[in-house]
């Protein structure tokens, strides 16, 4: 079966400091791959997305970028955090199709906040 | 730009009574649309897709409709139970059909 992970699950951060959450998936081959953030009172916003190592997509304009060096493992970084970066951060993946027709399966989370 | 709206934030009911929530989208015709269920602090789950061609879906005590022409779909509980207390998402595909646009959620509260 498909499990996903994400780590941490909670990171108290200053203003300022870099960032590294890790997203791996095990049981699937090739999966697409996205990172979220919801913060409070604000809807899923999709940040990421990944159909292949190496290939990203930037859904919001921002100081966080993401890589995807393995086929299963997805990370989002920055260089320099902001107050505004806090949030609940979800990783997910799908199989691979035409398009997301597919059910999207979510990690735990990563609780981000920044000080 | 898409538009999701999942117009109540927070609907209380009580327990054996139906719950219906409400997804409305504008400037877009999706080819499905999704739902999942958000407990605090944990990932969403999914729940029922339903497609453009569908008009009703169910699946236990969950029923959705799909309605194109209003564009709007309702998400049904019959029988509500305090467990069914959650978040629940509607989420449809962006206009590349690259990824899922999520609403902001209704949380639905179920009292004993």
């Known amino acids: 079966s498909q499990t996903i992970h994400q780590w941490p699950a909670t990171l108290v951060q200053p203003v300022g400091s870099p960032l590294s959450l890790e997203c791996t998936v095990e049981?699937?081959?090739?999966?697409?791959l996205y990172w979220y953030r919801q913060a409070a009172g604000r809807g899923l916003q999709l940040l990421f997305y990944?159909?292949?190592?190496?290939?990203i997509s930037s859904e919001v304009p921002q100081n966080l970028s993401a890589s995807r060096p393995q086929d299963r493992q997805f990370i989002l970084s920055s260089k320099k955090l902001l107050l505004s970066d806090s949030g609940f951060y979800l990783c997910?993946?799908?199989?691979?199709?035409?398009?997301?027709?597919?059910?999207?399966?979510f990690g735990p989370g990563t609780r981000l906040t920044v000080l | 730009s898409q538009k999701i709206e999942q117009n109540s934030e927070a609907l209380n009911i009580q327990e054996g009574k139906t719950a219906t929530l409400t997804c409305n989208y504008t400037?877009?015709?999706?080819?499905?649309l999704q739902w999942y269920r958000q407990d605090p602090g944990r990932g969403p789950v999914f729940l029922l897709l339903?497609?453009?061609?569908?008009k009703e879906k169910r699946k236990e005590r969950l029923k959705v409709t799909f309605d194109t022409t209003l564009k709007q779909s309702l998400f049904h509980i019959t029988a509500s139970q305090p467990a069914d207390s959650a978040t629940y998402l509607c989420?449809?595909?962006?206009?590349?059909?690259?990824?899922?646009?999520f609403g902001k959620g209704t949380t639905l509260s179920v009292s004993s």
């Open positions: 990944s159909v292949g190592i190496g290939q």
């Open positions: 049981g699937t081959s090739n999966p697409n």
């Open positions: 997910a993946w799908s199989v691979p199709s035409s398009g997301s027709y597919n059910e999207q399966f």
């Open positions: 989420a449809l595909e962006n206009q590349a059909g690259t990824a899922l646009i």
């Open positions: 339903i497609r453009e061609n569908e």
């Open positions: 400037n877009y015709s999706p080819a499905y």
